[in-house]
């Protein structure tokens, strides 16, 4: 595989490096989420940008789903060219006896200064 490019939310291009796909995706929950990265970066939920260190910014992106919310980091360091830096599921089940539990975990991920909140129709 080489480099891939995806569509961020405003339209314009989003760089997966080849040498990142590898490594995270060794990882088979965040190999099992790869074909959701396209609709997670061009269609989320819900777009945060957090501040570290440095300064430095990235952008965490929300993709709600029955199952459980998936998240992605896109890092902002050359704003010319936007690359993907992270991507994560986190299970949520209604019915599981920790619900309350995977709730406060995935809060506590929605924070920094919301960007965009997309409405369902």
Do not use: C
């Not at 050359?78 to 994560?88: K, M, N, Q, T, V």
Request: charged share 30%; hydrophobic share 40%; glycine share 4%.
């Amino acid at each position: 595989m080489e480099d891939k490019i995806l569509t961020n939310h405003l339209g314009g291009p989003l760089y997966l490096s080849r040498e990142l796909f590898v490594r995270l995706t060794e990882d088979k929950n965040k190999l099992g989420a790869v074909n959701l990265l396209d609709e997670l970066f061009s269609n989320p939920d819900e777009v945060w940008q957090l501040e570290l260190e440095e300064p430095r910014y990235v952008w965490r992106y929300v993709k709600f789903y029955q199952e459980g919310v998936l998240f992605g980091i896109v890092d902002l360091a050359d704003i010319s060219e936007l690359r993907i830096a992270d991507w994560y599921f986190m299970d949520h089940d209604p019915d599981d006896p920790d619900a309350n539990a995977q709730s406060a975990a995935i809060d506590a991920l929605r924070t920094g200064i919301l960007k965009r909140k997309y409405v369902k129709k």
